[in-house]
């Protein structure tokens, strides 16, 4: 399949569309390209993990995008944390703000609700439709791809459409012809604690500027406490009258209203004669701000051509990966199955962080202060790093290198201006602190150390050492004094010491990189504190106490050594043990060599998989006690490499592909974690991932595809190809880089991004041999891989 004129003409335009360009630009690259790439987003399905625990949403979106247009189906319990989930059969409305993938809920701003008949302010009962303004509707009659969503309203008869831009919104209303309707603008609803607590709103404000336009906005405290969002609205047919609501009461003849629990009916009695469209800006800034975005990005009410856009933005970026076959393959369900899977991951890869600054440079600090980028650049939120640190950002170094500076600047940004310091998981300007350790220093010692530039590493390093050295943060004090967190004095010490060691990894680059000595060989060597909580008697990680004994009795199943206590974060000491991402090799030794460590790491993939009572439904995607479903466990199928038996790792991985991941609405075996859990899966299809993101390196598992070709950019392409490779065949036998024997079971990224040929040869039965030797295996520590090329 090729891509049309039209194909290409959409992608190109709508790059040139949000810089501010005419056509020119698209037919230039059009003509440049000569149209050869097969488009890609007709196998991207935005329901895969919108049912089980995945947590994701259908709606309309763009790569990276303030907005994600989508409907709520509910709002109050834990599988709708992005406002979305399959077993409901009534949408309460569409809001312009969502979560993907996340354990917590938030956001859903500024809800619109189209509806027919007698006006209703509440949205009612979701398991009785009909009892408030939300409607009922089957999934045959909705419909969802990159940068569209589409559903029928059955109890108004109303098909309703989303679009959106990078900052706004675009909805299209099909009302029944002849018929009445209204809109219901509601700017209390978001996510709940429970059906009985409402959305914490303290001050909003709305006003009717003209019978086509709204403003207002509000401050939330829900997970992000807080927070500011404004919106602009315009509609593209003057209604006949607004009624403004404050605490539900109507408030005769106002133009504007303020208080806590605000909305707003607009009412068409002429609503069936054509089609209503309503244009939606946002901005964390003032409502204000929100209709520059609005005017700067949606001028008119083109629906067709914001569709287009959209759609052309997430084709150029799902592009960049191509999966090419052949025909006959190409028509393999199994193949087409396997396309939808992978696309669809790479789309949820690419849909966070988002973006939150405005069309002129402006944005909400961490510290609430009004600032201005210069020209050009970009700021950033939605970062849940203690995912994405593992798998979304090493990814986006491959496939979005030229989104890097601006995604990390934003981290330094954000840890120069927080009153919290360095960020652990920002949303939309307020630190939430949810999650363990402070992996934003992962992220940035990885950007350096695979030498991307155009970044504040000066700004960010004395920001970091402050974390590392000097702040009491969560049993840091505790940590540097004894060298590890007491379980009977902090809240999962065990895992907090973990990941504060991998921090220490991460941050020791920076202060080697910054030529501070002594602080990168201190921390170089705290990195090493995981040793202090690994029992060799018991063979794991166990919590310890601050007199310096062992918590008793131990299980490793258990999440702490005294209910409710937790001495794990989301995983208990079987998926803890396996958490050194950094030093593989002197972590083996403390389990008597690399043949114990490998009999190790079988004996979890074997355990019982028996939960006991108390475990969180994150601990999730089981074989034996190795969790899929909780990003701790997500580097541990590649361990085996450094223990010279690398067919385990081929073998395990080429299994957890097939089995954690389906192209269903429940096809993901966990939350989707802005990310995490689908980049795992493209990095692993491919046939890499990154172990330990900081060394600039990629461990090696089992291709899935036959071909693979990656566009890294400036003419470069990296092809992965796997040759007899099947379901059947998943053991390497050999491999070629360049034409030339390549023996070793990592990959530099400074020879990826360079761009080159990486072939496998696959087969039936495993080849121990590959691998086995010490020097192929892959770098960890004291090494220095960055200054090693293939």
């Not at 604690?193 to 003209?210: F, M, Q």
């Not at 076959?325 to 199994?334: F, Y």
Request: contains cysteine; aromatic residues 10%; hydrophobic residues 35%.
């Amino acid at each position: 399949m090729r891509l049309t004129r039209r194909d290409f003409l959409q992608g190109s335009l709508g790059a040139a569309l949000l810089a501010g360009q005419g056509t020119t630009r698209a037919l230039a690259a059009l003509e440049k390209h000569g149209a050869a790439r097969e488009p890609v987003r007709q196998y991207v399905d935005p329901f895969i993990g919108t049912g089980g625990h995945g947590h994701t949403y259908p709606g309309a979106t763009t790569p990276f995008g303030m907005v994600q247009l989508s409907p709520d189906t509910y709002n109050a319990d834990w599988d709708v944390c992005s406002g979305y989930h399959q077993r409901y059969r009534s949408i309460m409305g569409f809001s312009h703000t969502h979560l993907s993938g996340t354990g917590i809920g938030d956001m859903m701003d500024v809800l619109l609700m189209p509806a027919t008949g007698d006006v209703t302010l509440v949205p009612g009962d979701p398991e009785e439709p009909g009892t408030g303004y939300r409607s009922r509707f089957d999934h045959a009659d909705e419909s969802a791809s990159p940068g569209f969503y589409s559903v029928l309203l059955k109890d108004h008869g109303i098909r309703a459409e989303l679009t959106a831009t990078a900052r706004t919104g675009l909805h299209r209303y099909t009302f029944p012809a002849g018929s009445a309707g209204h809109l219901v603008l509601d700017l209390c609803h978001g996510m709940q604690d429970n059906a009985h607590t409402p959305t914490r709103v303290s001050e909003a404000t709305l006003r009717v500027v003209d019978n086509r336009t709204l403003l207002g906005g509000r401050r939330v405290h829900q997970w992000a406490k807080g927070r500011h969002i404004y919106f602009a609205m315009r509609l593209s047919r003057p209604f006949a009258q607004a009624t403004l609501y404050n605490e539900n009461q109507p408030q005769a003849d106002a133009k504007d209203t303020a208080g806590a629990h605000l909305k707003a009916v607009l009412h068409y009695p002429d609503a069936g004669t054509t089609p209503l469209l309503v244009k939606v800006g946002l901005s964390t800034i003032d409502a204000a701000a929100a209709l520059r975005n609005l005017d700067a990005e949606q001028p008119g009410f083109d629906f067709e051509h914001t569709r287009a856009s959209a759609e052309s933005q997430w084709e150029q970026e799902l592009g960049k990966v191509q999966l090419p076959c052949s025909s006959a393959l190409a028509r393999d369900p199994r193949t087409v199955a396997q396309k939808r899977t992978f696309y669809t991951a790479l789309y949820h890869s690419l849909v966070a962080p988002t973006l939150t600054s405005d069309i002129d440079g402006r944005y909400r600090g961490m510290d609430d202060a009004i600032r201005t980028l210069p020209r050009g650049q970009h700021t950033f939120t939605t970062y849940s790093l203690w995912d994405t640190y593992r798998a979304v950002h090493p990814l986006l170094t491959l496939v979005q290198p030229k989104r890097v500076p601006g995604l990390v600047n934003s981290l330094v940004r954000m840890a120069a201006e927080s009153p919290e310091g360095v960020p652990v998981w920002p949303l939309q300007g307020v630190e939430t602190g949810c999650m363990i350790g402070y992996h934003s220093a992962v992220v940035i010692a990885e950007a350096q150390a695979k030498g991307f530039t155009g970044i504040d590493y000066a700004r960010a390093w004395p920001l970091f050492r402050q974390r590392a050295m000097d702040d009491d943060y969560r049993g840091l004090a505790d940590y540097r004094r004894l060298g590890y967190i007491p379980a009977d004095k902090e809240w999962e010490a065990t895992s907090k010491t973990l990941e504060y060691a991998y921090d220490d990894w991460a941050v020791a680059h920076l202060a080697k990189a910054a030529g501070a000595g002594d602080d990168y060989r201190r921390l170089r060597d705290r990195s090493r504190n995981y040793r202090n909580v690994f029992n060799r008697d018991s063979g794991f990680v166990q919590p310890r106490l601050a007199d310096g004994s062992w918590a008793t009795p131990f299980d490793p199943r258990e999440l702490g050594h005294g209910a409710p206590w937790h001495d794990f974060t989301e995983s208990n000491a079987w998926q803890a043990t396996f958490l050194n991402q950094h030093d593989l090799y002197g972590y083996m030794a403390l389990f008597g060599g690399e043949d114990a460590f490998a009999r190790k790491l079988d004996a979890l993939f074997a355990a019982s998989s028996e939960q006991l009572p108390g475990a969180p439904p994150d601990i999730s995607g089981l074989v034996g006690q190795y969790a899929h479903g909780n990003e701790p466990s997500h580097h541990v199928a590649y361990l085996y490499a450094y223990a010279g038996q690398h067919h385990k790792t081929q073998a395990r991985v080429r299994s957890l592909l097939a089995t954690m991941y389906q192209d269903t609405p429940d096809g993901l075996i966990g939350n989707e974690d802005c990310g995490q859990m689908s980049a795992w899966y493209v990095m692993s299809a491919l046939g890499f991932y990154a172990v330990d993101p900081v060394s600039a390196t990629y461990v090696i598992g089992s291709p899935l595809f036959d071909r693979a070709e990656i566009d890294l950019g400036g003419g470069r392409t990296l092809t992965i190809e796997a040759v007899n490779n099947g379901p059947d065949t998943p053991y390497i036998q050999s491999a070629t880089w360049n034409g030339k024997p390549y023996t070793r079971t990592w990959l530099a990224h400074a020879d990826l991004a360079a761009g080159g040929h990486l072939v496998f040869h696959m087969g039936a039965a495993p080849n121990p041999r590959y691998g086995a030797d010490r020097a192929d295996r892959p770098p960890s520590f004291a090494m220095d891989a960055r200054q090693e090329t293939a």
